[in-house]
Each structure stands twice: as structure tokens, then as C-alpha cells.
T-cell receptor, first 115, second 114 residues
Framework: ETGVTQTPRHLVMGMTNKKSLKCEQH?????MYWYKQSAKKPLELMFV???????ENNSVPSRFSPECPNSSHLFLHLHTLQPEDSALYLC??????????????FGPGTRLLVL | DQQVKQNSPSLSVQEGRISILNCDYT??????FLWYKKYPAEGPTFLIS?????DKNEDGRFTVFLNKSAKHLSLHIVPSQPGDSAVYFC?????????????FGKGTKLSVIP
């Protein structure tokens, strides 16, 4: 595997379910990001991790819980989501320190549908 | 309110001609700008960037122009090729403040017609 991979690619879940999105990067980076792209809205930054420490939480509801166990893996745990959380969730990685001057490499995304 | 606007949702250009994609921003603190390209079922890929201390940056067929007084940037692709057909996102940041945040536009879908 190369680059940034995300699993699953598609996910349908009910509002009472618990699920997790997984991201893995094979680029030797040590900063990772979660983004959300809702229909007809721009990409929005959710979380940033640098050297496995969360450095940014962009006012995201607590029903989204990120986890970064090591510099290669990033998870987004989902719990009691709402239909309006249906969106494309993108993971990205870059060299640390994170920031706009470090090129971010994106995964293909997980398309989430909350029923 | 959107701080980065791409007012054209779509653009069609003949192969070999110039493609010009536009982006406007409202936040005068933005000092670093990027363009990303996205194919269907793939994540965005970085294309080119420009710092506010410059007004032009060129990389092969891609040139980004920045007009700070107008708060406007544009991406020129010349000559356009069918493989350039994708959605192009403009993004901006207040990098000087140490922000991690990239503020994205909604994107412009470019179709290059053979």
C-alpha cells in the first residue's frame, strides 16, 4: 500500500450505532488530519494530530472522537450520529509541524450515510 | 459566511486552450494560498501554492496569480489537457499566525473537451 488509505470507503449507519473510520498513511509523516465535506459545502477541518498529540479540535461535537495511536494510524470513532453528519470524511497527512506550508496528502475518503 | 469563494461551479474549455479558474477571499489575514485538484473517488491532491509576498508562481503548465488588493487569485492551466478534467479547490490560510486551518472554497469542476 502506498500513500494514504481509508477504510471503509462507504458506510451506512443508524443513529444509535457505533462505528469507526480508519486512516493509514505510508509516507513517513507525523501529522494527520480529519476533514469533513458535506454536500454543497467546502471541506472543513475537524481535527489535527502532530506527533500523536491532538493540536486542533475545530469545535467538533463530542459524538466524533478521534484517536491517533501512532504516527501512521488515525481513527474517527462515531457514536449516536445525526442524519446531518452524512458527508465525505477525508483523512490527510503531512510532515510535522502541521500547517498550510506542509503539503497535505489526502486519502480517498469514507462516504458516510446516517439513517 | 464563506471566506473563500469560487463563484463558478463549472467551466468547460477546449483542449489546448487556456483554463482560468478564479477564487476570491474576504479575510485580509490570509497570507498563503493553495490549489488542490480532485478526481472522482480520490482525495484532493496538492497542485500549487503561493505566498502573499509573491504575485505569481509557476510550475509547468500551471500558474497561480495573486492580486492582494483585489483579494483575488486565479489558476491558469495552459495548454489544457483532457486529463486536467477534475474539480479544483482553492484554499487559504493565515500561515503567519501559525494556524493549522486551511479554508477551502466549494470547488470548480473543469471539463476539458478533446
Amino acid at each position: 500500500e502506498t500513500g494514504v488509505t481509508q477504510t471503509p470507503r462507504h458506510l451506512v449507519m443508524g443513529m444509535t450505532n457505533k462505528k469507526s473510520l480508519k486512516c493509514e498513511q505510508h509516507l513517513g509523516h507525523n501529522a494527520m488530519y480529519w476533514y469533513k465535506q458535506s454536500a454543497k459545502k467546502p471541506l472543513e477541518l475537524m481535527f489535527v494530530y502532530s506527533l500523536e498529540e491532538r493540536v486542533e479540535n475545530n469545535s467538533v461535537p463530542s459524538r466524533f472522537s478521534p484517536e491517533c495511536p501512532n504516527s501512521s494510524h488515525l481513527f474517527l470513532h462515531l457514536h449516536t450520529l445525526q442524519p446531518e453528519d452524512s458527508a465525505l470524511y477525508l483523512c490527510a497527512s503531512s510532515q510535522a509541524p502541521p500547517g498550510p506550508r506542509e503539503t497535505q496528502y489526502f486519502g480517498p475518503g469514507t462516504r458516510l450515510l446516517v439513517l | 459566511d464563506q471566506q473563500v469563494k469560487q463563484n463558478s461551479p463549472s467551466l468547460s474549455v477546449q483542449e489546448g486552450r487556456i483554463s482560468i479558474l478564479n477564487c476570491d477571499y474576504t479575510n485580509s489575514m490570509f497570507d498563503y494560498f493553495l490549489w488542490y485538484k480532485k478526481y472522482p473517488a480520490e482525495g484532493p491532491t496538492f497542485l500549487i501554492s503561493i505566498s502573499s509576498i509573491k504575485d505569481k508562481n509557476e510550475d509547468g503548465r500551471f500558474t497561480v496569480f495573486l492580486n492582494k488588493s483585489a483579494k483575488h487569485l486565479s489558476l491558469h492551466i495552459v495548454p489544457s489537457q483532457p486529463g486536467d478534467s477534475a474539480v479544483y479547490f482553492c484554499a487559504a490560510s493565515d500561515a503567519g499566525a501559525g494556524s493549522y486551518q486551511l479554508t477551502f472554497g466549494k470547488g470548480t469542476k473543469l471539463s476539458v473537451i478533446p
